[in-house]
């Protein structure tokens, strides 16, 4: 699996930002999409899924701000990202399982400054 992640950048605490996640050599309307993000000195924590039916899930500290959702067409996955605060400040990364290999993006970095 190939993954690439965009989109990140700098925003002001209370804004808003989108982030994409294009995927090839695989049959991505099968797949579940995940987003994970990861901050300076933590350990990365999954942030939002998407299943290949559409379903979706939340951590707890974005629930309510952000949105996952995948368009199959263009074999893309993305992340909006509302109501931005100092805390979300982190890379973020897609990623998805493939024949019991997770793979990953390349990360994108996302700085909400107060």
């Known amino acids: 699996v190939q993954l690439q992640a965009s989109g990140g950048g700098l925003v002001q605490a209370g804004g808003s930002l989108r982030l994409s996640c294009s995927a090839s050599?695989?049959?991505?309307?099968?797949?579940?999409m995940e987003w994970y993000r990861q901050a300076p000195g933590q350990e990365r924590e999954l942030v939002a899924k998407?299943?290949?039916?559409?379903?979706?899930t939340y951590a707890n500290s974005v629930k309510g701000r952000f949105t996952i959702s995948r368009d199959n067409f263009a074999d893309a996955v993305y992340l909006q990202m509302n109501t931005l605060k100092p805390e979300d400040t982190a890379v973020y990364y897609c990623?998805?399982?493939?024949?019991?290999?997770?793979?990953w993006g390349q990360g994108t970095l996302v700085t909400v400054s107060s």
């Open positions: 998407i299943s290949s039916d559409g379903g979706t």
């Open positions: 050599r695989i049959m991505f309307r099968a797949y579940d």
């Open positions: 990623s998805t399982v493939d024949r019991g290999r997770r793979g």
